[in-house]
Nanobody, 126 residues
Framework: QVRLTESGGGAVQPGGSLRLSCAASGIPYRSYCLTWYRQAPGNEREGVAAINSDGSAVYVDSVVGRFTISEDSAKNILYLQMNSLKPEDTAMYYC????????????????????WGQGTQVTVSS
Protein backbone atom coordinates (compact mmCIF):
# COMPACT_ATOMS: atom_id res chain seq x y z
CA GLN A 1 0.00 0.00 0.00
CA VAL A 2 1.29 3.43 -0.95
CA ARG A 3 1.43 5.88 1.94
CA LEU A 4 1.74 9.63 1.39
CA THR A 5 2.38 12.26 4.06
CA GLU A 6 2.36 15.99 3.22
CA SER A 7 4.08 18.77 5.15
CA GLY A 8 5.27 22.32 4.66
CA GLY A 9 2.00 24.22 4.52
CA GLY A 10 1.42 27.44 6.41
CA ALA A 11 0.40 31.08 6.24
CA VAL A 12 2.26 33.49 3.98
CA GLN A 13 1.74 36.97 2.58
CA PRO A 14 1.03 37.54 -1.12
CA GLY A 15 4.23 37.34 -3.11
CA GLY A 16 5.79 34.95 -0.63
CA SER A 17 7.03 31.40 -1.09
CA LEU A 18 6.45 27.97 0.42
CA ARG A 19 7.82 24.53 -0.30
CA LEU A 20 5.50 21.58 0.22
CA SER A 21 6.88 18.08 0.76
CA CYS A 22 5.23 14.69 0.39
CA ALA A 23 7.00 11.65 1.84
CA ALA A 24 6.04 8.53 -0.09
CA SER A 25 6.48 4.94 0.98
CA GLY A 26 5.43 1.56 -0.39
CA ILE A 27 5.75 2.43 -4.09
CA PRO A 28 6.36 -0.94 -5.79
CA TYR A 29 6.50 0.32 -9.36
CA ARG A 30 9.33 1.62 -11.53
CA SER A 31 6.93 3.70 -13.61
CA TYR A 32 4.41 5.90 -11.84
CA CYS A 33 3.06 9.41 -11.52
CA LEU A 34 2.87 11.73 -8.52
CA THR A 35 0.71 14.80 -8.33
CA TRP A 36 -0.29 17.81 -6.27
CA TYR A 37 -3.95 18.73 -6.13
CA ARG A 38 -5.63 21.49 -4.13
CA GLN A 39 -9.10 22.21 -2.85
CA ALA A 40 -10.41 25.52 -1.61
CA PRO A 41 -13.62 25.75 0.45
CA GLY A 42 -16.64 25.48 -1.84
CA ASN A 43 -14.52 24.46 -4.82
CA GLU A 44 -13.83 21.15 -6.49
CA ARG A 45 -10.43 19.53 -6.10
CA GLU A 46 -8.10 20.87 -8.80
CA GLY A 47 -4.97 19.32 -10.27
CA VAL A 48 -2.01 21.69 -9.80
CA ALA A 49 0.97 19.75 -11.13
CA ALA A 50 2.06 16.21 -11.91
CA ILE A 51 5.34 14.44 -12.53
CA ASN A 52 6.15 11.05 -13.99
CA SER A 53 8.87 8.87 -12.53
CA ASP A 54 11.01 9.81 -15.55
CA GLY A 55 10.85 13.47 -14.50
CA SER A 56 8.46 14.79 -17.13
CA ALA A 57 6.11 17.31 -15.54
CA VAL A 58 3.02 19.34 -16.30
CA TYR A 59 1.23 22.26 -14.61
CA VAL A 60 -2.19 23.84 -14.58
CA ASP A 61 -2.08 27.16 -16.42
CA SER A 62 -2.67 29.28 -13.30
CA VAL A 63 0.63 28.21 -11.69
CA VAL A 64 2.95 28.07 -14.71
CA GLY A 65 6.09 30.07 -14.01
CA ARG A 66 5.37 30.22 -10.27
CA PHE A 67 5.27 26.59 -9.07
CA THR A 68 7.80 23.82 -9.63
CA ILE A 69 7.15 20.14 -8.99
CA SER A 70 10.08 17.82 -8.39
CA GLU A 71 10.90 14.45 -6.91
CA ASP A 72 13.89 13.18 -4.97
CA SER A 73 13.52 9.58 -6.12
CA ALA A 74 16.33 8.36 -3.86
CA LYS A 75 14.41 9.57 -0.81
CA ASN A 76 10.92 9.12 -2.29
CA ILE A 77 9.98 12.71 -1.51
CA LEU A 78 7.79 14.83 -3.77
CA TYR A 79 8.13 18.62 -3.60
CA LEU A 80 6.12 21.60 -4.73
CA GLN A 81 8.05 24.87 -4.70
CA MET A 82 5.54 27.70 -4.73
CA ASN A 83 6.73 31.24 -5.47
CA SER A 84 4.87 34.52 -6.02
CA LEU A 85 1.93 33.17 -4.07
CA LYS A 86 -1.48 34.77 -4.55
CA PRO A 87 -4.58 34.77 -2.32
CA GLU A 88 -6.28 32.51 -4.86
CA ASP A 89 -3.65 29.84 -4.12
CA THR A 90 -5.19 29.42 -0.67
CA ALA A 91 -6.35 25.80 -0.36
CA MET A 92 -5.69 22.43 1.17
CA TYR A 93 -2.96 20.78 -0.89
CA TYR A 94 -2.88 17.01 -1.39
CA CYS A 95 -0.32 14.72 -2.98
CA UNK A 96 -1.48 11.70 -4.93
CA UNK A 97 -0.09 8.58 -6.56
CA UNK A 98 -0.88 6.66 -9.73
CA UNK A 99 0.72 3.48 -11.06
CA UNK A 100 0.11 4.92 -14.54
CA UNK A 101 2.20 7.57 -16.24
CA UNK A 102 0.19 10.80 -16.42
CA UNK A 103 2.34 13.12 -18.53
CA UNK A 104 3.12 12.67 -22.21
CA UNK A 105 4.65 15.26 -24.51
CA UNK A 106 3.89 18.02 -22.02
CA UNK A 107 0.23 17.06 -21.77
CA UNK A 108 -1.54 15.90 -18.61
CA UNK A 109 -2.96 12.62 -19.95
CA UNK A 110 -4.33 10.77 -16.90
CA UNK A 111 -6.12 11.79 -13.71
CA UNK A 112 -6.55 8.29 -12.25
CA UNK A 113 -4.83 8.66 -8.88
CA UNK A 114 -5.44 5.86 -6.39
CA UNK A 115 -3.72 6.99 -3.20
CA TRP A 116 -3.81 10.33 -1.40
CA GLY A 117 -2.24 11.99 1.59
CA GLN A 118 -4.13 13.81 4.32
CA GLY A 119 -3.35 17.27 3.00
CA THR A 120 -1.52 20.38 4.18
CA GLN A 121 -3.12 23.84 4.40
CA VAL A 122 -1.74 26.81 2.50
CA THR A 123 -3.12 30.25 3.33
CA VAL A 124 -2.05 33.33 1.39
CA SER A 125 -3.28 36.53 2.99
CA SER A 126 -2.08 39.98 3.96
Amino acid sequence: QVRLTESGGGAVQPGGSLRLSCAASGIPYRSYCLTWYRQAPGNEREGVAAINSDGSAVYVDSVVGRFTISEDSAKNILYLQMNSLKPEDTAMYYCGFSALACVEDGIWTSYEFTDWGQGTQVTVSS
